[in-house]
């Protein structure tokens, strides 16, 4: 009995798209549109081939839709003291109209 190679058979998700890699067909990668997209069959597609270019790739999964917003997270511990700041030299009045007056060296 003869046997006859059929090449890959199943699909392989290989994560983010990288516009440096060739893809095999059946290979899926997820794509910046938030989209899974698997490389076709009878097509050869050179590194650079962008899986929106429905020639090579078909898309598997859409992007789904917004989450609604989660609960506010609790409180966070108080952060370090900030350093001393800079005397202040100068000195502060008030005019006969109650205005304030700064007075600096």
Not at 31 to 52: M, S
Not at 57 to 84: L, M, S
């Amino acid at each position: 009995m003869a046997s006859t190679p059929i090449g890959r058979v199943v699909v392989l998700h290989k994560g983010a798209y990288v516009s440096t890699t060739v893809y095999e067909p059946l290979d899926e990668v997820l794509y910046t549109d938030g989209c899974t997209y698997r490389r076709k069959w009878a097509t050869t597609a050179p590194a650079g081939t962008l899986p929106t270019n429905i020639t090579h790739w078909d898309k598997v999964a859409d992007r789904g839709a917004q989450g609604a917003t989660g609960a506010t997270g609790a409180q966070g511990a108080t952060g370090a003291t900030g350093a001393q700041g800079a005397a202040f030299a100068g000195t502060f009045s008030l005019d006969a109209s109650g205005n304030l007056i700064v007075t600096t060296p």
